[in-house]
């Protein structure tokens, strides 16, 4: 019968941004990585495992001496690259293409360096795991994942190792990391021991996790000597070996078991990091819709204009998906460590609109729109994949507050109003919604100082209420809460009887809420 092995997996877990900023995070990686380099050197036995492509990227255009040396060790086996991602990032906040984009780059980036892409998705301290993304990993080239947050007492699950399923049926096998990704930089014998038990209950392989990590580090000459120590005294028992993720995985497929299968997000650690710093929550979301607004109409504007396809989108991507470190994006880092990500995200923003205002230039220069005195055009794009019915705002310039007058690409008049501008110099803001198809544009006709402006009866407002053909808004004068929201459709008042009301919680937990499961 073969005998169970325990895998040894020295790795460091390093956070480039958390309580230090990023160029500290920088060094750590240098340091770390020259560490895990030098006792290679010293232990033949030796294996490392290393996530995140921008570690790598840093390392080789600040050291490439170093770098060579990576390489090599690569080739022969001994220093495995996971993740495939450029991060590790928060597994919950991004959005689908940012998570896309980050395998995209990330093993673009190994298959350039290396020759090869990794196999192994690595978030081992990410606080929570989205249900869709095995659909993403494995499209990505990793067909298995290693996590360690949530914990046991955070989600019951039935065992470590387990297949993790997206709503679309795609597979990745799955491991739980038992206690902590690192260690401390002594003997690590009493990391053995608490594993022990569990291990010899069961009859697959199991790995531990060893290094010292948060601010790098990786394994330690006391580190390897114990496990070499440890692997000596209980040959007879089971095997004790320093190893890969790759080697670690291939064993749990070997073995013929049966795994259990998990269809769910996993959830929860931390609950409270969703909540904290909305500033860098919301510069993300700007920045990934900016981008992808943007190479959709670069993409349009290339093939019917001919104009070039720009080539700093991937600076701008790297820029978002950096900040998507999970300590970053979480808002759980330092106060500075905000200014660099404000900056790196407004690089990417400018980027994004610099690009996006070439493409819709390009589009809308020859759109035939028929010359009319006191008539300006406007054309409105919509970059996402879907038609709709959107809001739309834009100064214009205006010299008095007569009536105006929007008509469709069809003639047919439009809902709009003229409301304060940014400007005191004589402009207007105008609003209104346009019904738009997707990834396209209509446009539309404003007409001013018109003597005769559309009428839109049914439509009301007051100082306390706002009603239409579908809602009636109440507003407590007093309070400034809402005191109905009456659905005519559905004939029911939306919040009962009481109205809405503000409700402010005293939070007196962490940062992350650590162990806090409702307020």
Request: proline residues 5%; contains cysteine; negative net charge.
């Amino acid at each position: 019968m073969k005998k169970q092995k325990l895998h040894c997996i020295g790795n460091a877990h390093i956070d480039p941004v958390w309580l230090w900023r990023w160029q500290e995070g920088f060094q750590e990686v240098k340091s770390t990585f020259r560490s895990a380099l030098d006792r290679m050197k010293e232990y033949p036995g030796f294996t490392f495992t290393a996530s995140s492509s921008i570690f790598y990227e840093w390392v080789e255009k600040n050291n490439p001496d170093m770098f060579e040396e990576i390489k090599e060790r690569v080739k022969e086996g001994r220093w495995e690259i996971a993740g495939g991602w450029v991060i590790e990032p928060d597994c919950n906040i991004p959005g689908g293409e940012a998570f896309v984009r980050q395998g995209l780059y990330g093993q673009r980036y190994f298959k350039r360096a290396f020759g090869k892409l990794a196999t192994v998705g690595f978030n081992v301290d990410s606080f929570g795991h989205a249900g869709t993304l095995p659909q993403i990993l494995a499209k990505s080239g990793l067909d298995s994942y290693v996590f360690m947050r949530p914990m046991p007492h955070e989600k019951g699950l039935p065992g470590r190792v387990f297949w993790w399923c997206s709503p679309d049926g795609t597979k990745v096998l799955t491991y739980r990391i038992p206690y902590e990704y690192c260690s401390y930089p002594g003997d690590i014998e009493k990391y053995f021991e608490r594993l022990k038990g569990e291990f010899l209950e069961d009859t697959q392989d199991l790995a531990l996790f060893y290094g010292v990590g948060n601010h790098g580090g990786g394994p330690t000459k006391a580190n390897i000597e114990s496990i070499i120590e440890v692997g000596s005294r209980e040959q007879a028992s089971y095997d004790v070996s320093m190893s890969t993720l790759k080697d670690f995985f291939a064993n749990l497929r070997e073995n013929g078991s049966e795994y259990p299968v998990v269809h769910d997000d996993l959830q929860h650690h931390a609950s409270g990091c969703y909540s904290v710093h909305s500033q860098i929550k919301k510069y993300n979301r700007l920045s990934e819709n900016h981008l992808l607004a943007a190479e959709r109409f670069c993409t349009i504007a290339h093939v019917l204009k001919k104009q070039a396809y720009p080539d700093d989108f991937e600076r701008a991507w790297k820029n978002v998906l950096f900040n998507q470190f999970h300590d970053i994006l979480a808002g759980t880092s330092l106060v500075s460590a905000y200014e660099d990500a404000r900056n790196a995200h407004g690089e990417a923003i400018n980027i994004a609109e610099t690009n996006l205002n070439y493409a819709v230039q390009a589009i809308s220069w020859d759109i035939d729109i028929p010359q009319e005195e006191h008539m300006t055009p406007l054309v409105v794009f919509n970059p996402h994949p879907w038609s709709g019915s959107m809001p739309c705002e834009t100064e214009v310039r205006f010299a008095s507050n007569g009536k105006i007058k929007l008509l469709d690409d069809e003639g047919k008049p439009v809902r709009a109003q003229l409301i304060q501008s940014e400007s005191v110099t004589g402009q207007r803001r105008l609003l209104f919604t346009a019904d738009l198809p997707a990834m396209g544009y209509r446009t539309y006709r404003l007409y001013l100082e018109q003597d005769v402006a559309p009428e839109f009866s049914n439509v009301s407002a007051t100082e306390t209420g706002l009603e239409n053909s579908r809602f009636k808004l109440v507003i407590n004068p007093d309070t400034g809460n809402i005191k109905s929201l009456y659905d005519k459709r559905l004939k029911a008042d939306v919040f009962c009887r009481e109205g809405a009301r503000r409700a402010v919680i005293e939070d007196k937990s962490d940062t992350w809420s650590h162990d806090v499961f409702k307020f």
